[in-house]
């Protein structure tokens, strides 16, 4: 059996899922970026996680992506907000 499906169709269908996906994405990012101004000026680790709701995996991803930290103390290392939020907006993937 031959099945045979019009590209202006299949073009149609594609088209609607990476939007939708786009939009998804920019709403993810969009929300993170709304959460971070809960945070104090220099959160560490944990309340950025807290906040963020997210895992120390993802954390330590996003700074072994350029993320920068702030190291105050041997077992204090802070985030700037700001640079975080910069960080949101401007990396290509915060998955």
């Known amino acids: 059996m031959k099945f045979e499906v019009p590209d202006e169709l299949i073009a149609e269908q594609l088209s609607d899922q990476i ?8 709403d993810k990012r969009l929300s993170l970026i709304t959460k971070t101004n809960e945070l104090p000026p220099y959160p560490n680790k944990s ?24 190291i105050w ?3 204090d290392h802070r985030i700037e907000r700001e640079a975080l939020q910069v960080f949101l907006r401007t990396h290509k993937t915060i998955n």
Request: glycine share 6%; hydrophobic share 45%.
């Open 73 to 75: 103390s041997n077992k």
């Open 19 to 26: 939007i939708s996906i786009v939009v998804k994405e920019i």
């Open 47 to 70: 309340q950025v996680k807290k906040i963020l709701v997210i895992g120390t995996d993802k954390l330590e991803s996003w700074i072994s992506e350029g993320l920068e930290v702030q």
